[in-house]
């Protein structure tokens, strides 16, 4: 169908991505053994089957590791210490592309790697302050596809500082209309304290308390600080398009942009522009047709996802359909390129799976339901090589189940029995059907199956066995799911750990965790963090409070613009739900939360000062304004659609922040941040801090170094956890 001037994929003059070559990896020379209990995760499979590339932190960071299906050999490939975050195996054998965080921050960058250690190059993402990320292969295997993220040029734009007096706003800095004491948008969020604490609010002047700053929300990717993968995506997730049309970023400048390529990792062939988009684009390359005519391409901000069919000749949009949040991997072509087989929500509450049937230029003529669930998101998606088959994982109420679908009979799709409650991810491998399957389990931690065609679930013996997931003496707790009923009547989801030894019916104390997003969901798996803390005496309550993912649609999008300040009342609303239920102690409750479960904490602080006793704000965003400010370009223009504009609704965003109620918060505050956070700059948690300490509480702030939004190192998860679990005892008076 045709798209209009918004909606077009759009040609770029930016630089097309150059390979750039490495010292060759360690290949086979060197495998060392497990030094910490271990994870692996996101396995890719070589096209006969028989070896998976995958991602595993036995060495304390997540690094390409190697191994065969059904054996016990394993090499580490890249021992460069940069966490990986995705893998993928070229159809053709000949090549491994990955994704790394360089320094462990939140740009990242695409190698490619011989399966033999050799051939090592930086495929995308070298440039300084770029990004790359990862998307499919050409069938072929002779061209993988890589987004590029470039900052918007700086031009026009200045940087101010915090003034003794209020002044009249800066009509060309960034966002425009905006207070003095704003910092540029690609710069650290304004800290405020001290003699120029207060002197920063919507009107150019502090909230009515003295104290006024803006704050920050994560990005659609990230996940709670874990010993493992976090369960969603790597890429350019909390980008969006423009949303003042025009391809102009929220201050009407120049926008950032990003690029898609096909490139040829030995260097051989010039890239290919597959598409670009202008404005904070979540542009990935998901599929490239047999005969290379169509790209399939995912764009748009969270909430508003689209699939796009792009004529690789002349870049033009054949159609475009809604899709989900989630897996990016959102669908296949047809070997002929006439059917786009798709994880889709489009006119629906749950995502299903969806046949659009194509025409000569991509153009969408008709559209078919192929497999739903009543009350279930489809939410993994992969396909036999020969386009046949496909395995599809539904999540059931947080958990997984998993089947394969002939797509050309009309036989019944056969259930995929499961070992653990959720699959993370599918990689179908070999010409045989197998199917190589990421697990995760409240009993376990991530790990690799093997799944033969027609044969039963096989853990591999390189991840770690269900025994192994934390020292003998303490096991992990399996969680019971809860459905609190917020005060509007919105039922909620979540699970209850309950610490091991406690009578049955005596209350105990309880920590309210708070997953970020705000789309993730809360899933019944192994967290280290959870076993620290249940280890100490402590209750878990996890809850899906309104905007979560999961519970259809309507659910996702409860918390948009005011709806924000209901999922704040649904924190308070899940501890009532617990204390009622005669499972935790009134006295002795907690909260703490990850990213944008780290702003609802200091939120639930402020708006509930009543319920709680203490908080753990992890990566959370204090003031909705200086994470506007301070936060990358693309995250917020996609953030603008779930929060509000900083401009035209600053208003709302200064009744959102924490910062702003300050005054309210009356028990102790510890926050954490990674020091190269650019998704919530660390500013976030320093400037609730030091509000805190100004109010005479005790706060403190603890900053893991060689981490950015997510915390990948062994040393510094460990750090994190312990230092948590210590807050909550001594403040809970354990």
Request: aromatic share 6%; net charge negative; charged share 25%.
């Amino acid at each position: 169908m045709a798209a209009d001037a918004r909606d077009r994929l759009i040609g770029a003059m930016s630089a097309a991505p150059v390979p750039v070559p490495l010292a060759d990896a360690a290949g086979t020379r060197d495998t060392p053994r497990p030094l910490v209990a271990h994870g692996c995760w996101y396995p890719s499979a070589d096209p006969t089957g028989e070896w998976v590339a995958f991602i595993c932190d036995r060495t304390g960071v997540p690094q390409l590791w190697t191994g065969l299906a059904d054996g016990s050999e394993i090499h580490l490939l890249d021992a460069d210490p940069d966490p990986v975050t995705e893998v993928s195996w070229s159809p053709d054998g000949r090549w491994i592309a990955y994704t790394v965080a360089p320094g462990g921050g939140e740009h990242t960058r695409v190698l490619c790697v011989r399966p033999d250690g050799t051939g090592r190059r930086i495929v995308a993402g070298a440039d300084a302050g770029s990004s790359a990320y990862l998307g499919c292969w050409t069938r072929d295997g002779s061209a993988v596809a890589v987004t590029v993220a470039e900052p918007p040029p700086p031009t026009g734009l200045t940087v101010r500082t915090v003034l003794p007096e209020p002044s009249a706003p800066d009509h060309g800095t960034a966002f425009g209309d905006l207070p003095t004491g704003w910092a540029e948008r690609d710069g650290p969020a304004t800290l405020l304290g001290g003699t120029g604490h207060g002197q920063v609010g919507p009107d150019g002047s502090g909230p009515d308390h003295g104290t006024g700053a803006p704050a920050g929300h994560g990005t659609g990717v990230a996940g709670r600080a874990t010993d493992g993968p976090v369960h969603g995506t790597a890429g350019p997730d909390g980008e969006g398009p423009g949303l003042d049309g025009g391809g102009s970023g929220l201050d009407g400048g120049a926008p950032d942009r990003l690029t898609a390529y096909l490139v040829d990792p030995s260097g051989l062939g010039s890239p290919v522009l597959v598409a670009a988009e202008s404005g904070a684009a979540t542009l990935r390359v998901c599929d490239v047709s047999q005969d290379g005519r169509l790209a399939l391409v995912r764009r748009g901000p969270r909430g508003r996802r689209e699939a796009v069919v792009v004529r690789t000749a002349d870049l033009a949009t054949g159609s475009v359909l809604r899709v989900g949040d989630g897996d990016p991997w959102i669908g296949r072509f047809s070997q002929d390129g006439r059917t786009l087989w798709l994880r889709s929500d489009h006119e629906r509450q749950f995502a299903a799976l969806l046949a659009a049937t194509l025409d000569e230029d991509g153009g969408r003529v008709g559209l078919s339901v192929v497999a739903e669930r009543e009350g279930s998101d489809l939410e993994l998606l992969a396909f036999a090589e020969d386009g046949r088959t496909a395995a599809l994982a539904w999540n059931v109420r947080g958990a997984s189940e998993l089947e394969t679908l002939s797509l050309s009979t009309a036989a019944r799709p056969r259930r995929v029995p499961l070992p653990h409650e959720v699959v993370t991810r599918i990689t179908r491998a070999g010409p045989a059907g197998g199917t190589v399957l990421a697990l995760s389990g409240s009993q376990r931690r991530p790990g690799v199956w093997w799944a033969p065609p027609g044969g039963l679930s096989a853990r591999t013996p390189w991840s770690s066995r269900d025994e192994d997931a934390v020292p003998p003496g303490r096991p992990p707790v399996r969680p019971v799911p809860l459905r609190p009923t917020a005060r509007d009547g919105v039922r909620l989801g979540g699970w209850y750990y309950r610490a091991a030894g406690r009578d049955a019916g005596r209350p105990g104390p309880c920590v309210i965790h708070l997953h970020g997003g705000p789309e993730e969901q809360e899933r019944p798996v192994f967290d280290p963090l959870y076993h620290e803390l249940l280890g100490r005496g402590l209750d878990v309550f996890a809850p899906d409070v309104r905007g979560s993912s999961g519970w259809g649609r309507s659910f996702v999008d409860a918390d948009l613009g005011t709806g924000r300040f209901a999922a704040i009342d649904d924190v308070a609303d899940c501890a009532a739900h617990v204390v009622l239920d005669g499972l935790a102690d009134p006295t002795r409750l907690a909260v703490m939360g990850r990213s944008y479960g780290g702003y609802l904490t200091m939120a639930s602080l402020v708006w509930h000062p009543e319920l709680f006793r203490t908080g753990v704000a992890v990566c959370g965003m204090s003031d909705l304004s200086t994470f506007f400010a301070g936060t990358e370009p693309w995250i917020a223009e996609s953030a603008a659609h779930k929060y509000g504009h900083p401009v035209r609704d600053r208003e709302l965003l200064r009744s959102l922040s924490p910062m702003s109620r300050a005054d309210a918060l009356r028990v102790p505050l510890l926050a954490v941040h990674g020091e190269h956070d650019t998704n919530v700059p660390p500013g976030e948690s320093e400037q609730m801090v030091r509000a805190a300490r100004e109010r005479g509480l005790p706060a403190e702030m603890l900053t893991l170094r060689d981490e950015g939004h997510e915390f990948r190192r062994a040393d510094n998860r460990r750090l994190f956890r312990r230092t948590a679990a210590d807050w909550m005892q001594r403040h809970l008076g354990l």
